[in-house]
């Protein structure tokens, strides 16, 4: 099901209907472009292998749901949205709350994305965090930045991101909608219920599926009967596009696709990346995993890592030579032995000033425990 | 003003309802209904009528049949900036937008530290007494005051209908509108309600009739059994006094306190079902801040803890009585 053939036979499939628009749009990236999309790569894989380490050391609360593998579709789907566009990440979507508009400058403070101390300082569960900590990791939202906040049910967001989707139509913007899910989320009535209210309404919503083959400890065979997650698109007569998802600029291209067609008040899509999870559904389920799934599988998963898939590309354009690619090399290796040595220096250094804000932020206090039940300016 | 010139101005319950919407509507521009039927058809009730003429379909939408989707698109229209009236067909089928209610909308404010506040009415028709088997003839409203977070409201009468409905939408919480579905056309429960800038506040309880001898806490269509309860039991030179909440949360605690300093004797009445009806949290309430002002343990009439059946001896046997509520009266009286 993962086989390149396959992603490539739906990709012609579901784009015939096109009204000759460009799937290649990449074509229009800078050199410069190239640069930051793999500094973003480095700076998810980077954050996401401390904090398995954080996690490891015992320093952080709750479930870490590792994004390892599958950066590349975080990197892809968000490096091409404007600013006004608004996101609904899931939980192993840690990075996307800082990746979102990060074209705009990393530390730009007014880019519509969370900045990664922000980011911290909610996984860190201090005060500092955008929500106060009062709901865990990926919980945080923002309407400034055009951050659904979501919450623990599966595919709730996508009623939600539907209905700021007909806000925008409502209010005759041109923005768009990108929620992304689990393929084991698609199970859900929501996900039906969300989709089919888009499509009747030609809702400018894009639903991305990272199908890394597994929800928690069950395969995507018995979440899913078609053959390609992707195919439930059919459903609602709406495009159902199948991406690499080890490959940034496939899923940049098949994102940018969507996107421009959603502006142009054409409707909601489906995209579907293939991926691989690459080590347990949370860190509690790391041993386990290791049982459910067979070492050949997980081997094979994890045999395309993004940023080698990506540099190998940036290599054979010409927009990187060889030797700058081997200068940094963290991927194709377990995140338990890559050090700092192994990324740039720009992304140590931006982990490391956000990991030191969210360490310094206090707690908060236990009086907060009792605030926002209700809207208190109307009290 | 002449008799006939006021009988014309009567409102009955639905009425004041689709008098609200209208309103609300015409005022805010900002504010968008969605529903199953309301457009086209204008409600399976007619609640909705003539909205999406007026208003059309961009904020009137008709939805497909899928509740959770209808609240979820709500919540997220609320995030843009919109207020939203969301009608559920009968308050029945809320089941089915059950997980955007309790789990996104009511904890929105407090998961997001008070930044994100969704002006959210979720509103349907509710209750018994019409036949309307299990699925039709609910009062689920305890599911709701069980969720922190969210207004649960009932009106009994025409006026409480406009003024709390408009209160609702104004209120930047979400709050679930508990509509009397037996009383939309009720004949003889009509008003004359006032024009304008007409509200009902959250959380004030009414007075429907004095009385020292003993006090009745109710809402919604219970307030109308518990008025005929009361007249019979005045035959029996009891006074009963009626409260009715209006508002389930938030719970206006100081008018029944006050009521029972005078009595010392209290019934409470609701038509929802009796483990964990609403009827028991205002049974620990008052047990909390009243026990020793009472001279006598208090009483509660509700539903039997049995689905709503359908046919008539069977739903009569299981919803509560003006018989049952003047026996749990004398009751308590006479203890
Ligand atoms: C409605 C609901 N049911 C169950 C869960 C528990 N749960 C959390 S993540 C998960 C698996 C999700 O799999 P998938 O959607 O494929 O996303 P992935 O974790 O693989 O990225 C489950 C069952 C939940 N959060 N919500
Ligand atoms: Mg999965």
């Not at chain 1, 979102?100 to 007014?110: A, L, Q, Y």
């Not at chain 1, 030579?321 to 081997?326: I, M, N, R």
Request: hydrophobic share 40%; proline share 5%.
């Amino acid at each position: 099901m993962n086989s390149e053939s396959s992603v490539v036979a739906k990709q012609t499939d579901a784009v015939s209907d096109t009204e000759s628009q460009s799937l290649r749009t990449r074509d229009q990236l800078a050199p410069a472009d190239h640069l930051e999309i793999l500094r973003q790569l480095y700076l998810a894989r980077y954050f996401d292998v401390r904090l398995i380490k954080e996690k490891r050391r015992g320093r952080l609360r709750g479930t870490l749901y590792s994004s390892h593998n599958q950066e590349a579709i975080l990197v892809g789907t968000l490096f091409g949205l404007r600013p006004d566009d608004w996101i609904s990440p899931i939980h192993r979507d840690m990075p996307a709350f800082f990746l979102k508009d990060m074209r705009s400058g990393w530390n730009n403070p007014d880019r519509k994305g969370m900045s990664v101390a922000e980011v911290c300082a909610q996984v860190w569960g201090k005060e500092a965090s955008p929500i106060r900590a009062r709901d865990n990791w990926s919980h945080i939202g923002s309407l400034d930045k055009g951050i659904i906040y979501s919450t623990s049910m599966l595919a709730a967001t996508i009623p939600v991101a539907a209905g700021v989707a007909f806000a925008f139509k409502l209010d005759g913007q041109d923005s768009v909608v990108l929620t992304y899910n689990g393929e084991g989320a698609t199970a859900r009535g929501d996900f039906h219920e969300g989709i089919n209210f888009a499509a009747i309404h030609k809702l400018p919503l894009i639903t991305i599926i990272e199908n890394n083959q597994w929800a928690y400890g069950t395969p995507v065979e018995l979440e899913c009967p078609t053959e390609d997650v992707a195919d439930r698109a059919k459903g609602y007569d709406i495009p159902g596009l199948i991406a690499d998802g080890q490959d940034v600029l496939d899923v940049y291209d098949k994102t940018m696709w969507a996107v421009e067609r959603a502006r142009r008040g054409r409707g909601p899509s489906i995209i579907e990346c293939k991926t691989f999870r690459a080590y347990g559904h949370g860190d509690h389920d790391d041993d386990r995993a290791m049982r459910y799934r067979d070492a050949e599988e997980i081997e094979r998963g994890r045999s395309r890592d993004p940023i080698s898939v990506y540099k190998r590309y940036l290599v054979e354009a010409q927009l990187l030579s060889a030797e700058e690619a081997d200068r940094h090399t963290p991927e194709n290796r377990d995140a338990l032995q890559v050090t700092d040595d192994d990324f740039p220096p720009e992304v140590i250094a931006a982990l490391k000033e956000a990991v030191e804000f969210a360490v310094s932020s206090p707690l908060p206090e236990a009086e907060e425990a009792f605030r926002w039940v209700f809207a208190e300016d109307a009290e | 003003m002449s008799a006939a010139a006021a009988q014309a101005q009567a409102k009955n319950y639905l009425t004041a309802l689709k008098d609200a919407l209208h309103e609300e509507m015409e005022r805010d521009p900002n504010l968008v209904c969605m529903g199953e039927d309301i457009g086209i058809l204008g409600g399976a009730f007619g609640v909705t009528e003539g909205l999406l003429d007026r208003f059309g379909p961009l904020r009137v939408v008709d939805m497909p049949i899928s509740e959770s989707a209808i609240v979820g698109a709500a919540i997220g229209l609320a995030m843009r900036g919109k207020r939203v009236v969301v009608e559920m067909q009968f308050i029945d089928f809320i089941s089915c937008g059950f997980d955007q209610i309790v789990n996104n909308a009511a904890t929105m404010c407090y998961r997001s530290a008070g930044k994100v506040n969704l002006p959210i009415v979720i509103r349907g028709p509710s209750g018994g007494y019409g036949g309307g088997g299990p699925y039709h003839s609910q009062q689920n409203e305890a599911w709701f005051a069980h969720s922190p977070g969210l207004k649960v409201v009932c009106p009994s009468t025409p006026s409480d209908a406009k003024g709390l409905l408009r209160a609702s939408i104004r209120d930047p919480n979400p709050v679930v509108f508990y509509e009397v579905k037996e009383l939309y056309r009720k004949r003889d429960i009509v008003e004359e309600i006032p024009d304008g800038e007409f509200l009902v506040p959250l959380g004030h309880a009414t007075i429907r009739r004095e009385g020292s001898d003993v006090t009745v806490v109710t809402y919604g269509n219970m307030v109308h059994f518990c008025l005929k309860a009361a007249e019979r039991l005045a035959e029996q030179d009891v006074q009963a006094e009626v409260i009715d909440i209006r508002t389930i949360v938030p719970l206006d605690e100081e008018t029944i306190r006050t009521s029972i300093e005078k009595t010392n004797r209290v019934v409470v009445v609701n038509e929802a079902s009796r483990t964990c009806g609403f009827a028991g949290e205002l049974l620990a309430r008052i047990s909390e801040f009243g026990f020793e002002l009472l001279d006598a343990p208090p009483v509660r009439v509700t539903r039997a803890d049995t689905p709503v059946p359908w046919v008539k001896p069977l739903e009569s046997a299981v919803l509560p009585s003006v018989d049952g509520i003047f026996e749990a009266a004398m009751k308590v009286v006479r203890y």
